[in-house]
């Protein structure tokens, strides 16, 4: 399974970055979700989405801003990233999942991340 991220970058507070994240090779999952890791600091959820009912989830810090979609005949997951702020600044990695979970520990692949930066 390998995961690849694209879509990071430089960008002013306010603006907007679409991540995505193609995934190949066969493998069964339940949902797949963005996390970021600031630096210095821990992983932290985002977003998820359930791969056969699309449910999303958000957290707090990135609802309403931010906005998770698939496309599950090109086995991709985007993250729409609007009214970015500096906090935001962080590397952003895809996963995937065979459970319902925002933990990171509970996903199981994992791409090598793409880097967001916002400057105030």
């Known amino acids: 399974v390998q995961l690849i991220e694209s879509g990071g970058g430089l960008v002013q507070a306010g603006g907007s970055l679409k991540l995505s994240c193609v995934a190949s090779?066969?493998?069964?999952?339940?949902?797949m979700g963005w996390f970021r890791q600031a630096n210095g600091k821990e992983r932290v959820f985002v977003a998820a989405?359930?791969?056969?009912?699309?449910?999303?989830f958000y957290a707090d810090s990135v609802k309403g801003r931010f906005t998770i979609s698939k496309d599950n005949d090109n086995d991709a997951v985007y993250l729409q990233m609007d009214g970015l702020k500096p906090a935001d600044k962080a590397v952003y990695y895809c996963?995937?999942?065979?459970?319902?979970?925002?933990?990171?520990?509970?996903?199981?692949?994992w791409g090598r991340g793409t880097q967001v930066a916002v400057s105030s």
């Open positions: 996963a995937s999942t065979t459970v319902e979970s925002t933990r990171s520990d509970r996903y199981d692949d």
């Open positions: 989405i359930g791969w056969s009912d699309s449910r999303t």
């Open positions: 090779g066969l493998f069964t999952r339940y949902a």
